[in-house]
Each structure stands twice: as structure tokens, then as C-alpha cells.
């Protein structure tokens, strides 16, 4: 049973930071492909970042140079490093695994911005 289990999320002040975790089981991890994705109230998902299996990343517009995506294949975990946050990054935080036509989710984390 393929299990994607994200925690971190809460509430946090404007220009803070917080790290998201989204630990993996049921997959070889190394060889799946890690995504950070999230959805706004009244919003489409997007996707955030994204991490290879051979650690090329890469990153949504509204969010580079503010969050870092990272992996550890020994943990099978995959992180993101939020600093910077603004109220336009409240969303639900959800990470995605995939490998050719397998596509895993997991059910999110909510991140709130607000003073």
C-alpha cells in the first residue's frame, strides 16, 4: 500500500518560514520523482516544485528563491523549504510521487499565512 504523508504545515507569520516533510512507503523512492503541489481556496492546484531522481529541481515563478525542494532517499522523504511566506502562499501543500504512468498523492497540509 503506497502511503505519501505530509506534516509541517500550520500557521505562520507573514515573512516567516516553515519546512514542509512528506514521508514516503510502498515505493522504491529513488526512483520516483517528488512534487510539491498546492491549492488555494477557490484556486486550481499548482505545482510548486519539482525534484528528479537525480536531484534536478525546479520551481514554480511565484516561488523561486523563496522555497527549496530537497530529498533523501535514505529517509524517503521529500522536503520543502518555505521561507519568505506571504499570505498569497496560504494553500493545502500536497506531495506527489510519480514513475512513468504511476502517480501517487498524498492528502496535503495546510499552510496558513497570516498575522
Known amino acids: 500500500q503506497v502511503q505519501l504523508v505530509e506534516s509541517g504545515g500550520g500557521l505562520v507569520q507573514p515573512g516567516g518560514s516553515l519546512r514542509l516533510s512528506c514521508a514516503a512507503s510502498?515505493?522504491?523512492?529513488?526512483?520516483?520523482?517528488m512534487g510539491w503541489y498546492r491549492q488555494a481556496p477557490g484556486k486550481q492546484r499548482e505545482l510548486v516544485a519539482h525534484?528528479?531522481?537525480?536531484?534536478?529541481?525546479n520551481y514554480a515563478d511565484s516561488v523561486k528563491g523563496r522555497f527549496t525542494i530537497s530529498r533523501d532517499n535514505a529517509k524517503n522523504t521529500v522536503y520543502l523549504q518555505m521561507d519568505s511566506l506571504g499570505p498569497e502562499d496560504t494553500a493545502v501543500y500536497s506531495c506527489?510521487?510519480?514513475?512513468?504512468?504511476?502517480?501517487?498523492w498524498g492528502k496535503g497540509t495546510l499552510v496558513t499565512v497570516s498575522s
Open positions: 506527489s510521487a510519480s514513475h512513468g504512468a504511476m502517480y501517487y
Open positions: 525534484i528528479t531522481t537525480g536531484g534536478s529541481t
Open positions: 510502498g515505493i522504491v523512492f529513488s526512483i520516483y520523482a
